[in-house]
């Protein structure tokens, strides 16, 4: 059977090292090259949203933001390849960590959630995509909708483990408090936004201007860069927030989930 592919195979054969808007470049030989992953963990963490853990001893390091690909092979020899964010900081473990919803009859997501089992092993590569990384040097500000957390989150870990000074703050959104993924995890720096079901004395409804008006009042030196990530419908109502709240375009960075 044919290879499913998110992007023509040719697209991937970059030289050694190039350049990415935003500064971050990305190692073009690493981001090539498959390697195998073993999952050493699976944690629940909503009822349609799991975190697995993956041993990868060659991993090259990564940025928080930054995705990877993932190829799984049947035994007749089909592969199905998707991106996954990073959802763990970056560190010096072998381990590498990320977040999948599972989309109902999702081919990949549906395998992590009903089939995957701790030792099996599959094909990642990467770190990928050197736009939507955050090396922790500029105020940041995140929204991000369900799945979309996961590479802000990757951000918030950083933020933590390193112990920056620089303004960082989450704005969260999920459908209920049984729908918001790392529920547990969240500090001061987060606010969730509940769209169906809220806790008692939380108001329910979209991300709104009212959410955004404390940053955006007040930005700190230098401004924010606005991170934005989720489904596209959520990325362009995101956008277009900050753009009316007067966070400057080139000072967005999207990343969509499909
Ligand atoms: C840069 C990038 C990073 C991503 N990071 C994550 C991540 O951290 N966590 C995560 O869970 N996903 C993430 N995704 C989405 C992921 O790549 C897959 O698209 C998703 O897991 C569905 O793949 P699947 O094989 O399970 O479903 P498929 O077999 O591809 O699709 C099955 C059916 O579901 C529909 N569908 C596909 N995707 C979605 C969706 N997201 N929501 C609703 N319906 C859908 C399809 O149209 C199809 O009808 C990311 C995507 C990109 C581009």
Partial sequence: MTETATHPAGAFTAPTRFAVPGRIEVNGRVAGTWQTATLTEIRRETPRASTFRLAVPDWAGHLPGQHLMLRLTAEDGYRAQRHYSLASAPDESG???????RVPDGEVSGWFHT???PGDEIEVRGPLSG????????????LGAGSG?????SMVRHHRARGLGVP????VSARSPEELIYAGEYGAETTPVFTRTAPPGTPVGRLA???LAPFLAEPPDG???????????????ASRLLVAAGQPVDRIRVERFG
């Fill in 209 to 211: 201007p009212a959410h």
């Fill in 223 to 237: 401004g924010w860069e606005a991170y934005v990530c989720g489904s596209n419908a959520f990325a362009e109502h």
């Fill in 168 to 171: 960082l703050r989450l704005l």
């Fill in 149 to 153: 957390v996961v590479p802000l989150m």
């Fill in 115 to 117: 089939v995957a089992r």
């Fill in 95 to 101: 381990h590498i960590e990320l977040t999948l919803d």
């Fill in 131 to 142: 736009f939507f990384a955050w090396p922790g040097d500029r105020p940041a500000l995140l």
